[in-house]
């Protein structure tokens, strides 16, 4: 482009020429003609011509201010100007865009819904999608699923990658629909023909439920490629249980390192259950204490009821009655049977608390409730040893042969005691 053409261009937009104006915005914008690139320049001669009721030239300002300059409020303004001047291509989407984010001006999910729909009118696809996306969520409508899966759907079978992934998430999630992983898998796999980037952890899942271990380690690992940590802590899970390979517990380990590496707690707790499941060691014990704490540094709700266990017995850390009975009582405000009968334990034997054979026996009691079997076998002992009060065999009885209902194994030669001794009542009754 010459300067006789630029000076000609000028001419022509002074005379009233709308289109010249344009046209030189258009050199400065994207450097044409061998001209420096000037946005400052190309904005001067796009608002000439809007100022000469060129809808282009307000539109054109629109995408600068929204895409180079990133001024909303001033992309709104000229795209509302193209649009009151009746310009035909109109960015909607980005109208739709900055209602629905507030960028600019107020958060209006409606008017954000409206522009999707005059934008998804014009044949943009992503505005299809959008509108796919507001049904999902309700905003500024009514959620309906059955209509984010139509907008979806045809932005999908337009060829719009993400389209095809939120299908997929929806049917994995089962998110207003039945869960299935045949179709989420079916999207996913859409997508990723598209061009988009799946969550490969997920397509992994799914075929781990086929049973397909192939694939879903084939996944798995795309996923580790892409640092998933979730992706490593399924790999530690297929090599720990041999799902589809040898079962290999080191390896487990590495992939169980990698992810809690990565920040995921769920991975540090399943060392510490790996470590402590290993066997009866002191270095097992340390490391399986320091991979709890490291679950919970994380954020991960830990077993309280293992680490009062820990904490009460000295297993990887120093014994602590104390946080041994702290972790039992959270514990037990949650429901849990076992954290409940540990802490009845704690208070029978005066371990963290003052000794309270009624709490021990109301707490006792409260597990056994629970259909826990060791707690109705702790009352049996109480009330047959007479520890703490005199023998009760009646309520002993009862409470080792409902111990016995629930799956324990009792102590049957108490139970037989308690049967002769009342044989020997029977017969003295009897006089024999």
Not at 245 to 274: C, Q
Not at 400 to 421: H, S
Request: aromatic letters at 16%.
């Amino acid at each position: 482009m010459t300067q006789i053409n630029l000076e000609a261009l000028i001419k022509s937009g002074e005379e009233g020429n709308g289109e010249a104006f344009n046209t030189l915005g258009g050199i400065y914008e994207f450097g044409l003609g061998g001209i420096e690139s000037n946005i400052d320049k190309a904005v001067e001669y796009y608002e000439k011509a809007a100022n000469l009721e060129d809808g282009m030239g307000a539109n054109a300002l629109g995408d600068i201010y929204y895409e180079k300059l990133q001024n909303y409020s001033m992309a709104l303004k000229w795209y509302l100007r193209a649009e009151k001047l009746d310009f035909p291509e109109v960015n909607y989407t980005h109208i739709a865009y900055i209602y629905q984010f507030g960028e600019g001006t107020q958060v209006d999910y409606e008017k954000a819904l409206e522009y999707y729909f005059k934008g998804a009118k014009a044949g943009d696809v992503l505005a299809v999608n959008n509108i796919g996306i507001m049904y999902q969520y309700g905003l500024g409508c009514e959620k309906n699923t059955k209509l984010a899966i139509q907008y979806l759907t045809t932005a999908a079978q337009s060829g719009f990658g993400a389209s095809a992934a939120s299908l997929a998430d929806i049917y994995y999630d089962g998110a207003g629909v039945e869960k299935d992983y045949s179709i989420a898998l079916k999207w996913y796999m859409e997508a990723e023909s598209l061009g988009e980037e799946v969550d490969a952890n997920r397509i992994g899942f799914i075929y781990s439920e086929k049973k397909d271990y192939e694939k879903a380690l084939e996944y798995y690992k795309k996923g580790a490629s892409a640092k998933s940590a979730i992706s490593y802590y399924n790999m530690g899970i297929m090599y720990q249980y041999g799902e589809g390979v040898e079962p290999d517990l080191i390896t487990a380990i590495d992939y169980y390192e990698k992810s809690a590496s990565l920040g995921y707690g769920m991975a540090a707790a399943k060392l510490g259950d790996v470590y402590y499941e290993a066997g009866e060691c002191d270095a097992n014990y340390d490391a399986s204490f320091k991979w709890y704490m490291k679950a919970n540094e994380l954020g991960y709700k830990i077993d309280l009821t293992r680490i009062g266990f820990m904490y009460e017995y000295g297993q990887g850390v120093e014994q602590d009655y104390e946080k041994a009975f702290e972790c039992y009582e959270k514990k037990a405000l949650e429901g849990d049977a076992g954290a409940i009968n540990n802490l009845a334990t704690m208070y029978q034997l005066g371990n963290g608390c003052q000794e309270n054979i009624e709490k021990a026996i109301e707490y006792f009691e409260k597990s056994a409730d629970m259909d826990f079997a060791l707690s109705a076998n702790n009352l049996g002992d109480i009330y047959y040893q007479g520890e703490f009060f005199e023998p009760d065999f009646d309520k002993a009885l009862n409470w080792y042969l409902r111990a016995e209902k629930l799956g324990f194994e009792v102590d049957y030669a108490r139970i037989g005691d308690i049967y002769a001794d009342k044989a020997r009542e029977y017969y003295k009754k009897a006089g024999i």
